[in-house]
């Protein structure tokens, strides 16, 4: 018989739940989160989970009452102050569905506080799920811990999403003809980090982008697939100037 190891302590299941959350609040689940606890995770009254919503963090509860299709659970006490991650936006032009969603959940892993998907000229993408890629980024957020949910927000055209930006907010183009090291490029403060499609951006795009003040940046010698750009500036900017540090 196989003995049940110590190590690694198993951890608590965590959800994110759409209520405002209070001590002694009750939660009802919706059928889809009842069943993960009930039918995946045979949790049945009186076990303990970690639920946090939009705003006010994270918080041990109870299953209060455990039914077929429906969950109370009750709230007890705060186990964790909303986090507060670098305000860094990953603007994004979309690409395959499956590297769409991994971008998602790595970048959301990651720390990105708002994802934006920007079509461009070339941006080849299936229709953009926004409901099944915030699924991901929820299921991403209650796996690594963070409180909140990244905003994934409507794709918009790059030419409107560059003249809508608040000019305080550092804005950072992976440019693939050349650019400023992120090392130095970097600064502390809100940014936002665009990546281009999987054939590049086109010649007027990456003028007009440079024309509205943004940095060209450089992700090195080699050329980066997009979903592999927008994941490793979003980690040099972590670790830089961000909460890597
Ligand atoms: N097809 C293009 C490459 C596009 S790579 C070509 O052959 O030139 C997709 C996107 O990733 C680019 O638009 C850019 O935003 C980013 N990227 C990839 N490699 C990069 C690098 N070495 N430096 C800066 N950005 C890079």
């Given at each position: 018989m196989t003995a049940t190891p110590a190590w690694p302590p198993k951890s608590l299941p965590r959800l994110f739940v759409r209520t405002p959350l209070s001590e002694s609040a009750h939660v009802e689940l919706d059928a889809k989160q009842a069943n993960y606890l009930g039918n995946v995770l045979r949790l049945g009254a009186g076990s303990e989970l970690l639920v946090f919503d939009e705003l006010s963090g994270e918080w041990l509860a109870r299953i209060a009452e455990a039914g077929k299709r429906r969950m109370t659970l009750s709230v007890e006490r705060k186990t964790r102050e909303p986090e507060s991650i670098p305000d860094v936006w990953l603007a994004f032009a979309p690409v395959k569905r499956a590297q769409t969603d991994w971008l998602v959940e790595k970048a959301t892993e990651l720390g990105a506080a708002r994802l934006v998907p920007v079509m461009t000229q070339r941006t080849i993408a299936e229709r953009v799920r926004l409901d099944r890629l915030e699924s991901i980024a929820i299921e991403a957020t209650e796996q690594c811990g963070r409180t909140r949910v990244p905003q994934i927000v409507e794709?918009?055209?790059?030419?409107?999403?560059?003249?809508?930006?608040?000019?305080?907010?550092?804005?950072?183009?992976?440019?693939?003809?050349?650019?400023?090291?992120?090392?130095?490029?970097?600064?502390?403060?809100?940014?936002?980090?665009?990546?281009?499609?999987?054939?590049?951006?086109?010649?007027?795009?990456?003028?007009?982008?440079?024309?509205?003040?943004?940095?060209?940046?450089?992700?090195?010698?080699?050329?980066?697939?997009?979903?592999?750009?927008?994941?490793?500036?979003?980690?040099?900017?972590?670790?830089?100037?961000?909460?890597?540090?």
């Open positions: 794709p918009v055209q790059l030419r409107r999403f560059v003249e809508e930006l608040d000019p305080s907010r550092h804005f950072y183009f992976a440019d693939e003809s050349g650019g400023e090291p992120m090392s130095s490029a970097f600064r502390e403060g809100p940014a936002i980090i665009l990546v281009g499609p999987e054939g590049g951006f086109a010649d007027e795009e990456r003028a007009f982008v440079r024309g509205a003040g943004a940095n060209p940046i450089s992700l090195g010698p080699r050329i980066l697939r997009a979903e592999t750009a927008a994941l490793a500036a979003l980690s040099a900017y972590m670790a830089l100037v961000g909460d890597w540090r």
